[in-house]
């Protein structure tokens, strides 16, 4: 009924003493590879194939899994890679059916979904969700959207891709969340989101998400607000808000805490790593 998971009534953030690259590094293996032999120590990978900045990447069967992004001539990519662990090796896969960046990727039900994004020319908001097909690497259209909407948040409750925030068609902030259901191929609205935001992170922890960050299509007004949603209530509950305002940030949900980490302004980034315990 709106309870934070944990049960301790209480929420808090704290500043963690790991350092942010064994952070990353932790939770990458952890999703990836379910490993618990872990060092602290970074090491060097195979590199992308191409240059590629503002893409998104998932994890789906032991495997890393990346598409689109703004490429070296600024525009933006149809490109898409996976990424073995274990060999050490990147392979091309089908293309995206069109340019994206800015574009949030899900995991449902062992299936690879592309949704919405920026694209393909500057920065227009689009409708589209695609599913990659790995038997026949192709991407397969789905049911669109019901807005466009890019540089939004995604994640996954009960097999379900909840998508929130971002900006849509005339530059308008969003606060309403769409909820996708794999099965039925259909969409619907939920509760709109206490505070309209792009650029923002999502997490998922206890069968709930969070809504973290953001900025109001201005990077230097940055949010702090974090904001939990109970798919089993529809609900909204407002937490308390981040140490350090951003957008344009990084979030997962790991144990009992969600960490938060980076970020940008217009003229600089963060290198501040916070973590909250619901």
Not at 214 to 236: H, K, Q, V
């Amino acid at each position: 009924s709106g309870r934070p998971p944990g049960g301790a009534g209480t929420h808090r953030f704290r500043s963690p003493a790991i350092a942010l690259r064994a952070l990353l590094a932790l939770a990458a293996l952890v999703t990836a590879c379910d490993r618990t032999d872990f060092s602290s120590a970074w090491t060097t990978a195979a590199p992308l194939p191409e240059p590629l900045q503002e893409m998104h990447a998932a994890v789906l069967k032991e495997t890393i899994y990346i598409a689109g992004g703004i490429d070296r001539q600024n525009a933006a990519s149809r490109a898409a890679y996976r990424y073995d662990p274990g060999t050490d090796a990147w392979e091309r896969i089908a293309d995206l059916p069109d340019g994206r960046h800015h574009m949030p990727l899900a995991v449902a039900n062992d299936t690879l979904y592309a949704v919405g994004g920026l694209g393909p020319q500057g920065f227009n908001p689009v409708a589209t969700l695609w599913l990659y097909e790995e038997a026949t690497d192709r991407w397969v259209d789905r049911a669109q959207l019901p807005e466009s909407r890019g540089a939004s948040g995604a994640g996954v409750l009960g097999g379900k891709i909840i998508v929130v925030g971002g900006f849509g068609s005339g530059g308008a902030l969003l606060d309403s969340i769409a909820i996708y259901d794999p099965a039925t191929n259909q969409w619907r609205r939920g509760t709109p989101m206490p505070t309209r935001r792009d650029h923002l992170s999502v997490a998922t922890l206890g069968g709930r998400l969070f809504a973290i960050g953001g900025r109001p299509l201005d990077a230097d007004r940055n949010f702090a607000a974090i904001e939990m949603f109970s798919p089993l209530t529809e609900s909204w509950l407002a937490l308390p808000p981040m140490p350090t305002a951003r957008g344009g940030l990084g979030a997962v949900g790991m144990g009992r805490e969600i960490h938060v980490v980076g970020g940008e302004t217009s003229s600089s980034v963060f290198s501040e790593h916070e973590a909250f315990d619901p």
